[in-house]
């Protein structure tokens, strides 16, 4: 199988068909495009989510923190509680251990969310560190994937491609300067790393929103595809409005990977209906948040998403940043 994650059709005939027991309390369970379960407990909900950090090594603690609790985020649920198991290959020393929990222990803090346990190991069954950590929240409403409704504007919060630019300014940054990136445009996308959490703007406009939804592996292009995949819709988008910063642009291409269809924790998506939208967009600019209308969501056609000529089918685009780390 192709590194990455686990194509659609795969997941929906070997994987979620086989959830265990039926629980009436689960309100949303594992689907292609939602981003964390939700559990009725009596009128409160909580968000559950677990994700693998694979796709980078100098960045890992705080990716490990702000790419789940960015998928709690944008279920309208404040992330609370972290369960964190870090595997090392047998080359870690203690002194990258150290630098590893300091930056969970600063990345939760600034989110107001509690490391509660997990494992810690080391195992020649990896060659790099992997972090696998399951966030969760609970709150007294929440938001799904598959609320977009046709007439929606969508809005796009901070740089297409952020994260893929953060980590190939860290993880391969000599290289980086070897293809001719700027110095100045390393630094500016290894500073990406702390913009990477969406739970700011989430929350703040999760009352106004139809859907949110965190664009991770594949970018901006699968995020989209996903939504509408999930919603029964199509979302047509302008790609002059997708923001793309120089440094993203610039690290991008000298690596041959695509801005809108590569890693972009950091993004939030938002469908809001119409008569929503000065409101949602007045709530992002006093947290200081860039963002851009990007396009709209129509009725369902022969396509899930269209960014100009490109038309996108299936909620899955192939990420070629994680060939790199092959």
Same mark, same amino acid.
């Given at each position: 199988?192709?590194?990455?994650?686990?194509?659609?059709?795969?997941?929906?005939?070997v994987?979620?068909?086989?959830?265990g027991?039926?629980?009436?309390?689960?309100?949303?369970?594992?689907?292609?495009?939602?981003?964390?379960?939700?559990?009725?407990?009596?009128?409160?909900y909580v968000a559950?989510?677990?994700?693998?950090?694979?796709?980078?090594?100098?960045?890992?603690?705080y990716?490990a923190?702000?790419?789940?609790?960015?998928?709690i985020?944008?279920?309208?649920?404040?992330?609370?509680?972290?369960?964190?198991?870090l595997?090392?290959?047998p080359?870690?020393?203690?002194?990258?251990?150290?630098?590893?929990?300091?930056?969970?222990?600063?990345?939760?803090?600034?989110?107001?969310a509690?490391?509660v346990?997990g494992h810690?190991?080391?195992?020649?069954?990896?060659?790099?560190p992997?972090a696998?950590v399951?966030?969760?929240?609970?709150?007294?409403r929440?938001?799904?994937?598959?609320?977009?409704?046709?007439?929606?504007?969508?809005?796009?919060?901070?740089?297409?491609?952020?994260?893929?630019?953060?980590? #190939? /300014?860290?993880?391969?940054?000599?290289e980086a300067?070897?293809?001719? $990136?700027? %110095?100045? @445009? +390393?630094e500016?996308?290894? *500073?990406?790393?702390?913009?990477?959490?969406?739970?700011?703007?989430?929350?703040?406009?999760?009352?106004?929103?139809?859907?949110?939804?965190?664009?991770?592996?594949?970018?901006?292009a699968n995020? #989209? /595809?996903?939504?509408a995949?999930?919603?029964?819709?199509?979302?047509? $988008?302008? %790609?002059? @409005? +997708?923001?793309?910063?120089? *440094?993203?642009?610039e690290?991008?291409?000298?690596?041959g990977v695509?801005?809108?269809?590569t890693?972009?924790s950091?993004?939030?998506?938002?469908?809001v209906?119409?008569?929503r939208?000065?409101?949602?967009?007045?709530?992002?600019?006093?947290?200081g948040v860039s963002?851009?209308?990007?396009g709209?969501v129509?009725?369902?056609?022969?396509?899930?998403?269209?960014?100009?000529?490109?038309l996108?089918?299936?909620?899955?685009?192939e990420?070629?940043?994680?060939t790199?780390?092959?």
């Open positions: 199988m192709k590194i990455g994650k686990i194509p659609p059709g795969v997941l929906q005939g994987v979620f068909r086989r959830t027991a039926q629980r009436k309390e689960v309100v949303v369970g594992p689907a292609v495009g939602e981003d964390a379960a939700i559990i009725d407990i009596g009128g409160r559950v989510h677990t994700d693998p950090i694979t796709g980078s090594v100098k960045l890992l603690g990716l923190v702000y790419i789940p609790t960015n998928d985020a944008v279920r309208g649920i404040p992330p609370m509680w972290l369960s964190v198991a595997l090392l290959p080359e870690v020393e203690e002194g990258d251990l150290d630098v590893l929990t300091a930056q969970i222990d600063a990345a939760a803090r600034e989110l107001g509690a490391v346990g810690t190991e080391v195992t020649t069954a990896v060659t790099r992997v696998v399951t966030a969760a929240g609970v709150g007294e929440y938001v799904t994937t598959s609320g977009a409704r046709p007439g929606d504007v969508v809005l796009m919060t901070k740089s297409a491609g952020q994260e893929a630019a953060s980590i #190939l /300014a860290t993880d391969f940054r000599e300067l070897r293809r001719g $990136v700027s %110095p100045a @445009s +390393v500016r996308a290894g *500073e990406l790393a702390r913009a990477v959490s969406v739970a700011r703007e989430a929350l703040a406009v999760a009352d106004l929103a139809t859907s949110m939804h965190d664009p991770t592996e594949g970018g901006v995020g #989209l /595809a996903e939504v995949y999930a919603s029964g819709v199509s979302i047509e $988008v302008d %790609p002059g @409005s +997708v923001v793309v910063y120089r *440094e993203v642009e690290l991008c291409s000298a690596f695509d801005p809108l269809e890693l972009s950091g993004v939030l998506l938002a469908t209906p119409p008569d939208l000065g409101e949602a967009e007045e709530r992002l600019r006093k947290l963002f851009s209308q990007i709209r129509t009725e369902r056609r022969g396509y899930l998403v269209k960014i100009g000529d490109r996108y089918r299936e909620p899955h685009v990420d070629k940043l994680f790199l780390f092959s």
